[in-house]
């Protein structure tokens, strides 16, 4: 296999589509037949304290392999974290990836060079979903390359590999890298994003990304560390006081939906669909559950 850090030739292309990408992996719901869930949603009610009701899974399934059907299997051409998000929610379900209506979504994975076009997100989710679908193969070690090669100096990730880290891109590659750290290179790595995601917490316990602090921020720091086996109220996420978990209750309503920031008026769609995955993160590893990502435990 072609070594893909080396032989891709994306890095502007992955620039220019990275702060679109973001938004795109979490924001869009997939399906809008059915139940018209999310891949997202399926994922945070099927690993979730209360699960999924069997009405709901059999809805979004079918829906899944009407839309795969209709597009003869083609999901996307430039977004590979559409395959990653879906073959996670099939498996949350406990349905078979590999074979959706005749259609293998894990396969999709294995092709570095498109996975790895959108930037960073792409090798994420792909590792992700592999580790979840217990599929180690060679193109690991290349995804894991990708993302080192990319960490920032003095630790953490952005999006664009300039500037500053990011906390929603440093927490969902530490979340990545959670299952490799026997892999050269990989704990120190980690080691540094946490210092880094504690040195970007606020006073006031939450994290801010893309010029405003946000409940989706402060979402993925606390599945990162549910991922790494850390307590989301360990002294380095503390600060004054209030511990990161707190920070993200205080974006929830009371129906349950969550602000995008404090002072909005009305509920946020992403925002809603990431602090339920970290809920659902949340008491996995307060009762013993092991990963979110641990599909049918």
Known sequence: MRNCSVTCNIRKAAAALAAAA??????????????????????AKAQGESGI??????????????????KNGVLSENRYTEYSKIALAALAIGKDPENVGGYDLISRLYDCDKVVRQGINGPVWALIALDAAGKKQEVTAEYLRYLLERELPGGGWNMTGNGAPDPDVTAMVLQAFSNHRSAPGISASINRGIRVLSSLQKENGCFSGYGSENAESTAQVIIALCELGWSSESPMFVKNGISVKTALASYRLAGGEYLHKKGDRTADAMATQQGRLAEAALWRYENHRGSIYDMGK
Do not use: H, M, N
């Not at 009701?53 to 209709?70: C, M």
């Open 53 to 70: 009701r069997p009405q709901e899974a059999d809805a979004w399934y079918s829906s899944l392999e009407k839309t795969l059907k209709e």
């Open 22 to 43: 973001f938004c795109v992996l979490f924001s869009l719901p997939v399906f809008a037949a059915g139940t018209g869930d999310s891949a997202w949603d399926v994922i």
